[in-house]
């Protein structure tokens, strides 16, 4: 008898399978390898939404537990994932420059956007009215991660890769039986996958399609992300990643020339150097209206439970997610009422 049964191994489920073999719990994890958002994602972390200038909801807790989280994963898989690097806000005015430093003021940014007003020149970016500084930023190398992670569950008999079948999930009061196993928890973290999902057609998962490139440029050097429309993330050899876009309407996962088009323009308007494109992804992000991630429990089923809803930040709100979930089943601790998923319930 497993504990958990989980469907989905991107950011949502392998913080959830973690969370529950931290705590001695036994789980089985299933991937058809059908959404690629966290395979591709820039795995950015930023405590800070620099369009609008506020602070990522619960920014610091989330940090704390994710910079926990990966840290032990990279013990336990022997893997270099979470790099820990400036976001640099490049300011094209005196006016962006002002709204920084009136924005730095705040009680609750103070702790994340830096006083000094950055003037350093690197090669292949005119930066005329120099970057902000963005405290306690870095990214995490989800594809490394979710090679690694898999890799781990294959070799401990603990991954099917198979699309899960619904309809062959059979509730018997205390468990529940899917083909040979059992288990007492089903935990749902498919990402936009989730439509297919007959348990949760209900919950507005929207869906945001991004698009970026990995790009060459040996005459770009940077050691800092560098942050506008777009990122400009450092990976070494001249290699760079560059994205996203946004697209609300186009759900698939194949990169287009739209979006090749919109992320050129962007990447023009920052560099002044030659760059090569290497590679183009595209990905759904799980997105959600209320910008909320949608976790919790079925309304009429209490041994299912959705992990989903990660959006644009599956990085920092991964962790903190799934050991809310983990808790609210385990310890029956209530759930955050703006990420519960009961805030979706049909009035019967
Ligand atoms: C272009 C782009 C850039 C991004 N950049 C960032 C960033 O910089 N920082 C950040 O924090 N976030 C970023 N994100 C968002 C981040 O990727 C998501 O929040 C996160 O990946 C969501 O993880 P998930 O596990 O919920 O979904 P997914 O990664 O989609 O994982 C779902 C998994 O479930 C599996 N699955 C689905 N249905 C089934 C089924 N029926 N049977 C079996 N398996 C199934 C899929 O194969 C997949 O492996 C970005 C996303 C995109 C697209």
Redesign the pocket.
């Known amino acids: 008898m497993l504990d958990y049964l989980i ?8 913080a959830f399978a973690e969370t529950a073999l931290q705590n001695k719990k036994t789980v089985l994890v ?16 930023n405590p800070v939404i620099l369009k609008r200038f506020s602070e990522v909801w619960q920014a610091q807790e989330q940090l704390l537990l994710s910079d926990q989280f990966y840290s032990a994963l990279e013990e336990k898989l022997q893997i270099k994932i979470d790099f820990k690097i400036s976001i640099l806000r490049k300011f094209f005015s005196i006016e962006e420059q002002n709204n920084w430093f009136a924005a730095s003021d705040k009680v609750n940014l103070a702790p994340f956007l830096s006083l000094n007003l950055i003037s350093k020149k690197y090669q292949g970016i005119d930066a005329p009215f120099g970057y902000g500084e963005v405290m306690q930023t870095g ?1 995490v190398d ?1 594809a490394t991660l979710l090679e690694n992670y898999k890799k781990y569950l294959s070799e401990n008999k603990l991954l099917l890769e ?3 079948d619904y309809d062959a999930l059979e509730n018997k009061k205390d468990f529940f039986q899917y083909k040979s196993s059992q288990a007492k928890h089903i935990i749902f ?6 439509h ?2 007959p348990f949760f057609k209900h919950l507005p998962l929207d869906g945001t ?4 490139f990995i790009i060459k440029s040996p005459d770009l050097n940077l050691d800092v992300i560098v942050n506008t429309s777009v ?1 400009i993330l450092p990976l070494g050899n001249h290699l760079f990643k560059v ?3 946004y697209n609300w309407k186009d759900k698939t996962s194949l990169p287009t020339e739209e979006g090749k088009s919109e992320l050129l323009e962007r990447i023009n308007e920052i560099l002044n150097c030659e760059f090569e494109i290497i590679e183009h ?6 997105t959600v209206r209320d910008r909320r991630p949608l976790v919790g429990t079925h309304p009429d089923y209490e041994r299912i439970h959705i ?2 809803g ?9 962790p903190a997610m799934a050991k809310a979930l983990f808790e609210h089943i385990e310890l029956g601790i209530p759930l955050d009422k703006e990420i519960d998923v009961v805030r979706f319930n049909i009035k019967k």
């Open positions: 469907i989905g191994s991107g950011l949502a489920g392998i299933v991937d058809n390898h059908s959404q690629n958002s966290s395979k591709i994602a820039g795995g950015l972390y990214y989800t198979e699309t899960f973290a498919e990402g936009f996958g989730m297919a999902n399609k991004g698009e970026l990122f994205g996203a876009t992804f595209a990905g759904v992000r799980p992990l989903n990660l959006g644009t930040r599956g990085v920092m709100l991964g």
